[in-house]
């Protein structure tokens, strides 16, 4: 099993900067990828990025530019770096891990922290 506690979210005013980290535990072994996916209210949730562990990222469109997703294999953390925050931003931020085994994969979710962009 694996367990994801994120940190760092909160209310920014827009144009601002954000950063949420998120550190794994438990058999952090076998994570191939991190990421972070986000919900905002009356929408579907969507992947803003994905690292994998030799530290290949993709990143939502929506994203590209702004966001940049990090990792520290060491200590079992992604992290995601978000700037020039807009109105479109604000959502549930949730940390992902993806754990392999063999042929099977298994998604791990953290709890979610809010962002909100406001002025």
């Known amino acids: 099993q694996v367990q994801l506690v994120e940190s760092g979210g909160g209310s920014v005013q827009p144009g601002g900067s954000l950063r949420l980290s998120c550190a794994a535990s438990?058999?952090?072994?076998?994570?191939?990828?991190m990421g972070w996916y986000r919900q905002a209210a009356g929408k579907q949730r969507e992947l803003v990025a994905e690292?994998?562990?030799?530290?290949?990222?993709v990143y939502a469109e929506s994203v590209k530019g702004r966001f940049t997703i990090s990792r520290d294999n060491s200590k079992s953390t992604v992290s995601l770096s978000m700037s020039a925050l807009i109105p479109e931003d604000p959502a549930v931020y949730s940390c992902t891990a993806v754990q392999r085994v063999l042929d099977d994969a298994h998604t791990h979710w953290g709890q979610g922290t809010q962002v909100t962009v406001s002025s």
């Open positions: 438990g058999s952090v072994w076998n994570i191939y990828e």
């Open positions: 690292i994998t562990k030799g530290g290949s990222a």
